[in-house]
């Protein structure tokens, strides 16, 4: 394991993630259903699907690291590759999900283009996006150790209208955070996520 995978992990075992990732379990299980076949792009170690397996998801990960995947739970069945051309037949999944992994894609438009290409008819997509207004991303993106200071596209406003030209689209503004604080917030200025949930257009 490589020093930058090993140092991600362990950050994200902490007790401040952990309850970061509850959060965001939570809503991924307000929109999905157990029954849905679920792929999780850009999954990494996991530390999201991990809870949603442990509440009963049906759940696949997708990721272009090997490292990465190295670290997420055995149970879960995990590729490695790209999003932008994902190893999947077409149809294969009724949801996608990225968990603040769109905005480090190098091609964020394709791979929502995947996305659509591999979801069934009426599939769903969850996208949290990480919000570049709020505190918490202004914070961490100075940060040279921080994860987000690696983002690609920090303005969520393009991720949103490729989204809306495959999928009927509804944002919402989630997770407040502040310092070691978590609460919940629908403030665009402090909501650390743009959460857009959509379903796939005919």
Not at 137 to 155: C, P
Request: with cysteine; aromatic share 8%; net charge neutral.
């Amino acid at each position: 394991m490589n020093r930058e995978t090993r140092n991600y992990k362990e950050k994200t075992e902490s007790a401040f993630w952990h309850a970061v990732f509850q959060k965001e379990a939570s809503y991924a299980e307000e929109y999905f259903t157990k029954k849905d076949a679920l792929l999780s792009v850009g999954c990494g170690p996991a530390g999201v699907e991990r809870i949603l397996l442990a509440r009963g998801f049906d759940l696949t990960g997708l990721d272009v690291s090997g490292e990465a995947l190295s670290c997420a739970p055995q149970e879960m069945r995990k590729f490695e590759g790209s999003a932008e051309e994902m190893p999947f037949p077409d149809r294969s999944f009724d949801g996608v999900i990225f968990i603040a992994s769109l905005q480090f894609m190098k091609d964020p438009a394709k791979a929502l283009k995947e996305s659509a290409r591999v979801l069934r008819e009426g599939g769903s997509l969850m996208l949290m996006l990480l919000n570049p207004l709020s505190p918490f991303f202004l914070e961490r993106s100075q940060r040279s150790d921080s994860h987000v200071s690696k983002i690609r596209h920090s303005d969520p406003v393009p991720l949103v209208e490729a989204a809306a030209m495959l999928f009927e689209t509804k944002i919402d503004y989630r997770l407040g955070i502040g310092g070691k604080t978590i609460f919940e917030t629908s403030d665009p200025s402090a909501a650390s996520l743009v959460v857009v949930r959509g379903r796939k257009r005919d």
